[in-house]
Structure formats: structure tokens, C-alpha cells
């Protein structure tokens, strides 16, 4: 068919020309440096660096509150052994004490200064990035509610700074996922309760799984080199398309492409040949920026298969999407379309794909949308990669991806002029 020589041409053009190496190879190297010094402090990955102050302000006393409540069984007509029994639950079931116990005990988030006082007046808020407030006799209305059915429990409340909302948001993040798995826990335990038919008993309390939290992905935070690394390679390999789609403008406007035509040989044999030398180029650039990166700022993959899967997978999609600018430029006949994706739509998919910080902490919306363009969901593949995932957990990229490849080149079909067409 042809095509090794078609390829081999492009390749050639790219190795000759120094501005586009710069830009696919330096550039990349260059701001990921860049990012990834001025935003370490920023990422999951670098909270050593990271210092949040918080306060926990309870008015109550645990010894105070759980004897009134002791009293309080023994009005119900309990028996001293239940009345102990449920005296050894009560530390299980005290979300103050919980959530100190859990910031004290968690590795993970030994960057939190905790601060642990006995009345709101004794605390300046302006001092602290989040304080969360208990008052007097929360304890025993929890306990109340959880054994006795009383759901009178006073409001705690939880004060963040917005002069330092990263880490504001932080403690709120915390407080909010301890109270998730309080009443995910205690909708489970009033269940089996029901089922079981044993209203005031103690026993159907699993008191090691309430207040505290896993996480359900075990996977390693990402850090701000390993995050621009994808981020930049990600970005830069779509300047693939703007270099094929040039350099076939380039041989369209000196005659190349007419003498194929002459030569009997198909358009599309030409077509194919600049599928795969886009996705051939993206294959090295993205080889050669993740290996230097790997060898400076040690951002590596647990795992070599998977993460050369997603790069071909990648790749692919990018020299697709390679076929299609280069049948808008033969079809309108004009290069200001690569002038267009080069400056404005390179970056818009680079924003919306999350290549400068992670849009989903912006929007929803803008995060799913990122996952159907082809960086946005090659930067989510390399992430999860990048923090443990498995090749199995990419199934829906793999999806996305070829569809997107299927859809380029159908589109590329349509647009490209036929023979008897061409100019």
C-alpha cells in the first residue's frame, strides 16, 4: 500500500525540524518544572509541606455526661450488667472524642495542628483555619438518640476561615467525611437492630467501625511534579495534530499530495500514512518527556503495561484526531484552521481536560465533559495509574478513547476530499 514511505517522509520533517522538537519535547520538561516548584505546596502529594490549624471546642465532659446517662438507664429499669454494657460502648459512639482520636491516629493527616479547648470564648477564630464547635451536653443527646430513640441533639457547629480557604476547605472536607460514615454506620445498625428485634441492647453496636474512615481506594497521593508531568504531556502531545496537519497543508500547497493522486495510489492510503505518524510521534514525545521526568523529578508508574497501554491507546487518538484537522485543511482550503487549534482550542481542551489544575474541583460539569476530550481522559488514566490503579480499573477510557478515534476518522472520511475533488 505504500504507506512505509509516506511515513517515513513525516518522520523525517520531524526530526529536521528544531522549533517543533523544541515544542513537544523541551516546552513540556520546561513548564513542569515550572508548576511543579510553584505549586508543590498545593497538591495531595506534598502535604508535608502543608500545615492546617484547627480547634475542637467541647463544652462537655465525657466522665460528666456519660454518668447522667447511666442514670438515665437506670430509670429505664436496666439492669446494672446493661448499664455497663452500654457504659463500655459509650466511648464508640462520642463523635468529639472521635474525631480528635482519628486526627491524633490517622498518618495521613499528621499535617493538622490540633488544638483541643473547653469553651468557645477562649478561641480566636481568625487564628485557626477551621474550629469546630461542641456544646454542653452533646454527648448524651447523641446517646440518647442512637439507644433511646430521642432525636433532640443540640447542632455542633463549624467555623473556617475564608482568609485561607485551601486549608479551610480541609478541615471541612474532614468533618464532613466523619459525619458520612456516622450516618452511613448508624443507618446500618439501626437496621440490623430492627431485624434482630432488640431495641436497648448494646450488642448489635460495632463500635470499631463507628467514627472512624477508610479509604475505599488504597492508592498513593499524587504529587505536583507527577500531576504536571501528565498534565503538560497530556497538553502538548495535541500540538501533534497542529505539526501533521501543517506539513500536509505544507505538501498539499507544493504539489505533494497532486503527484500522489497521479501515482494511482489512494487518498486514503495517504490518510492512513498521517494516522500513523501522528500517532507514532505522540508515542516517542510522550516516551521521552514521562522518561525524563521519571529520571529527575521521580514521577514512575508502579507498573510499566498499563501505562504503555493508555499511551498507545493515547496516541492513537491523537493521530486520529491528526487525519481529521488535516481533511478540514484539504476540504476548506485554508491553514488558518491550524492557527485556530494551535493557539485557542489546544488550550481550551488543555483547561477543560484538567491539565492546569483539577477542574473538578471547579465544576462537575466541566469534569465530565473533560473525560470525552482526549487529553482529559488520558490525564485521569495516568493519574489513577500514577497512584496504584489497576490496567482492569480503565475500561471506560479504553471506551471513550476508541470511540473518540472511531469518531475522528469517520469524520475525516466524510470531509476529505475524494479524487476527482482534490486540488
Known amino acids: 500500500m505504500m504507506i512505509g514511505p509516506f511515513i517515513k517522509k513525516d518522520l523525517l520533517h520531524f526530526i529536521r525540524d528544531r522549533k517543533e522538537l523544541a515544542i513537544l519535547l523541551l516546552m513540556p520538561f520546561v513548564l513542569i518544572s515550572i508548576l511543579g516548584f510553584s505549586l508543590k505546596n498545593v497538591m495531595g502529594g506534598d502535604g508535608g509541606d502543608l500545615s492546617v490549624t484547627m480547634a475542637i471546642v467541647d463544652e462537655g465532659s465525657h466522665v460528666t455526661e456519660a454518668g447522667h446517662f447511666q442514670t438515665v438507664l437506670h430509670e429505664r429499669g436496666l439492669s446494672k450488667e446493661q448499664v455497663q454494657a452500654f457504659t463500655r460502648v459509650l466511648p464508640h459512639v462520642s ?13 495521613q493527616l499528621s499535617f493538622i495542628e490540633l488544638t483541643h479547648v473547653d469553651a468557645l470564648d477562649e478561641v480566636q477564630r481568625a487564628d485557626y483555619d477551621g474550629v469546630i464547635y461542641f456544646p454542653e451536653g452533646y454527648r448524651i443527646a447523641t446517646w440518647k438518640q442512637v439507644f433511646l430513640g430521642e432525636d433532640q441533639v443540640p447542632a455542633a457547629q463549624v467555623y473556617l476561615n475564608e482568609k485561607a480557604p485551601l486549608r479551610a476547605s480541609i478541615v471541612d472536607q474532614i468533618v464532613d467525611q466523619l459525619y458520612r460514615y456516622w450516618n452511613i454506620q448508624m443507618s446500618l445498625n439501626e437496621i440490623a437492630s430492627a431485624q434482630q428485634r432488640i431495641p436497648l441492647e448494646p450488642n448489635w453496636f460495632v463500635p470499631d467501625s463507628v467514627g472512624s474512615w477508610e479509604f475505599f481506594d488504597e492508592r498513593e497521593p499524587i504529587s505536583s511534579f507527577d500531576y504536571y508531568t501528565v ?26 499530495f497532486q503527484r500522489v493522486m497521479l501515482a494511482n495510489v489512494s487518498p486514503w492510503v495517504y490518510m492512513i500514512s498521517k494516522w500513523v505518524s501522528g500517532t507514532l510521534i505522540s508515542f516517542v514525545q510522550l516516551i521521552i518527556v514521562f522518561t525524563l521526568s521519571s529520571l529527575v523529578y521521580q514521577t514512575t508508574f508502579p507498573t510499566v503495561l498499563p501505562f504503555v497501554v493508555i499511551t498507545i491507546m493515547f496516541s492513537i487518538t491523537v493521530g486520529a484526531l491528526a487525519v481529521l484537522m488535516t481533511s478540514f485543511n484539504y476540504h476548506f482550503q485554508t491553514t488558518s484552521l491550524i492557527t485556530v487549534f494551535s493557539s485557542g482550542i489546544v488550550s481550551i481542551l488543555a483547561f ?72
Open 95 to 107: 463523635l468529639p472524642d472521635l474525631l480528635i482520636d482519628q486526627i491524633l491516629d490517622n498518618e
Open 231 to 256: 498534565g503538560m504531556c497530556v497538553m502538548f502531545a495535541l500540538f501533534v495534530v497542529a505539526f501533521i496537519a501543517s506539513y500536509g497543508q505544507l505538501e498539499k500547497q507544493q504539489q505533494v
Open 352 to 423: 477543560v481536560g484538567g491539565s492546569f489544575f483539577d477542574i473538578g474541583e471547579l465544576s462537575e460539569s466541566l469534569y465530565r465533559l473533560g473525560q470525552w476530550t482526549p487529553n482529559g481522559a488520558a490525564l485521569n488514566s495516568y493519574l489513577y495509574l500514577l497512584s496504584g490503579g489497576e490496567l482492569s480499573g480503565l475500561k471506560a477510557t479504553f471506551y471513550r478513547l476508541a470511540f473518540m478515534s472511531a469518531l475522528f476518522i469517520g469524520c475525516a472520511w466524510l470531509v476529505f476530499p475524494k479524487r476527482g475533488e482534490a486540488q
